[in-house]
């Protein structure tokens, strides 16, 4: 019986499947006592240093750990947890971590890699540990902006190191206690194996080798598959494509099959991530009838990879007057398993608001999702459509000089961004926008592309050099996709952090594993 801590801290129900597909027993820590008498406890953190270590104060969790911790009982720790243990944070600063690990978490430095890491990436064994039995280097899934660094004080916890431009420390473990800065439960089958050799504690003499000192770990370019889902006109809910948006074809809902299908074959396949968009969100709550929930709740008992949600995340009213907040209709996702939730309509809103006042209000969606959940937690999902122009005079917003001229021979174009689902355009361009959500904390940009969407000519390698240029955080590439070579000249003439895909992917012209064996043989880093 493994014993889940649950203070409310991000997706704990990916934690709890995990430990459920390695045919163990969970329950829930019900009061505080119980964290010293568990048999095993698993410790998971998402989210921001300062609000996971309030919770543990206010619940009276944070002493029962310390004493757990003290006596040596077997305890794992995920993501926050392991930076818990240290003495404090950068991104918290005044707040006492547990104070067990000298030391405080340091942000990465963003002029050197994007921040946040979010990503699959490798690491280095520096003590022998059972845990590592069976582990065969691959690579596993992070996702944080602050890291705890090596020094000679903390020498004896380390157990693995992990480069992103600089070394840090990915994962801790003394005696019965072991905690990652990776997610063991969203890295796939390596990181059951692992959680599995710990949490069932196999007695075995294969220990994990330890690496050589001189093998650098490199983050994977990670290959996402998106699922646009929506009701059809007899109202069941399908994974649909549109060319340019427009999902109909001879007046019906394109359907190329169910969501939660899907997403468990895109895992099979080898996914590093899968993203669902609720494309009809803008106009329906989502909460109303809770089919997305529905949706992340089943993909999130089979499927191990990060899962972000999409559309219809905003404040709402309902009919009889109850009010949610973003914050709310987000929490609702995370807690049904998303790692992420992605925000589109809102967020154009969020900026033409800040552009107007030029001050932050606390109050956008980016900005109270991120001070919870963290920023690695919020990703603006961007619908932008070209606007040509004959010279960059012709408009105050930022162009750049094309190579596929317009449809009168215009050199030059800016990127228009669009709210529900690219139906309305708005007086604001894809740099304004990224730029301010950003600054409003936004951790990733998925960055699609209403020319390129479904045309399957590959992916608008302007823009994406345009968005990278304006922002210190991960891009996705999304729109165009039309063969696995297509994702080789993506990474190879962009520094887009992941490229994501659709239409290929779900009429099976070419399958993930393809695509990502054409990346790997071109040189590119790939899980
Ligand atoms: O505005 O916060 O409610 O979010 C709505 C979300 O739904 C946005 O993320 C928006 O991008 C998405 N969306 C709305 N309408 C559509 C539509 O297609 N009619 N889909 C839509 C966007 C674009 C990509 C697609 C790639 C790759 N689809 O997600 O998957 O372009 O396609 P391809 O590989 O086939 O070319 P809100």
């Avoid at 918290?92 to 990465?108: D, N, Y």
């Avoid at 589109?344 to 209000?361: H, I, M, N, P, R």
Wanted: aromatic share 8%.
């Amino acid at each position: 019986m493994i014993t889940l801590l649950d203070y409310g801290a991000g997706n704990v129900r990916s934690v709890r499947n995990a430990i459920r597909k390695l045919g163990l027993e969970v329950t829930t820590v019900q009061n505080p006592e119980e964290i010293v008498t568990a048999e095993k406890l698993v410790f998971p953190g998402v989210g921001n240093f300062g609000v996971v270590m309030e919770n543990l104060y206010r619940d009276g969790y944070a002493e029962h750990l310390i004493r757990r911790i003290k006596e040596d009982k077997p305890t794992f720790g995920i993501c926050v947890a392991l930076q818990a243990l240290f003495e404090g944070s950068e991104e918290s600063p005044g707040v006492a971590g547990l104070g067990i690990i000298p030391g405080q978490i340091k942000r990465f430095d963003d002029s050197v890699m994007a921040v946040p890491q979010i990503g699959w990436n490798g690491i280095r064994i520096e003590k022998e540990h059972t845990v590592f039995n069976g582990y065969n280097d691959e690579k596993l899934y992070f996702v944080h902006s602050y890291c705890a660094v090596p020094t000679e004080e903390n020498r004896d916890w380390i157990l693995t190191t992990t480069d992103y431009g600089q070394s840090f420390i990915s994962s801790v473990a003394k005696g019965n206690v072991l905690a990652t800065q990776f997610h063991p439960e969203k890295s796939g089958g390596a990181g059951l194996r692992l959680f599995g050799n710990f949490l069932k504690g196999i007695d075995t003499i294969a220990v994990g080798q330890l690496s050589n000192e001189k093998y650098e770990t490199r983050i994977a370019k990670r290959i996402i598959a998106c699922l646009d889902v929506r009701s059809n006109d007899r109202g069941d809910l399908v994974v649909t494509k549109g060319d340019q948006y427009d999902v109909r074809e001879e007046g019906e809902v394109r359907n190329l099959g169910k969501p939660v299908e899907l997403a468990g074959r895109y895992y099979e396949e080898g996914a590093d991530e899968v993203t669902f968009l609720n494309i009809t969100g803008f106009r329906d709550f989502p909460l109303q009838d809770q089919p997305m929930l529905e949706v992340l709740r089943k993909t999130s008992v089979n499927v191990f990879v990060p899962l972000t949600i999409g559309g219809g995340i905003r404040e709402f009213t309902d009919s009889e007057g109850n009010h949610y907040s973003a914050l709310d209709v987000a929490s609702r996702y995370f807690r049904s398993g998303a790692d992420k939730i992605s925000i589109g309509s809102d967020a154009v809103y969020a900026v033409e608001q800040y552009l107007k006042d030029k001050q932050k209000t606390g109050q956008t969606a980016i900005e109270q999702i991120s001070t919870v959940y963290g920023a690695q937690a919020v990703v603006i999902s961007v619908d932008p459509r070209r606007v040509y122009v004959r010279n960059p005079e012709q408009t105050l917003h930022t162009t750049l000089k094309t190579k596929t001229p317009g449809p009168n021979g215009e050199q030059y174009c800016w990127y228009q961004c669009t709210v529900s689902g690219g139906r309305e355009g708005r007086d604001i361009d894809v740099v304004q926008l990224v730029t301010v959500c950003e600054k409003l904390g936004a951790g990733e940009v998925l960055l699609n592309c209403i020319d390129k969407d479904g045309t399957n000519s590959g992916f608008d390698h302007e823009l994406i050099a345009l968005v990278k240029k304006a922002v210190s955080i991960p891009v996705i590439a999304s729109s165009g996709a039309g063969s696995a070579a297509h994702f080789v000249e993506v990474f190879q003439q962009t520094d887009a952090e992941a490229a994501l895909a659709a239409g290929i992917f779900h009429r099976s012209e070419v399958s993930i594993s393809e695509v990502k064996d054409t990346v790997a043989k071109a040189g590119i880093e790939i899980r």
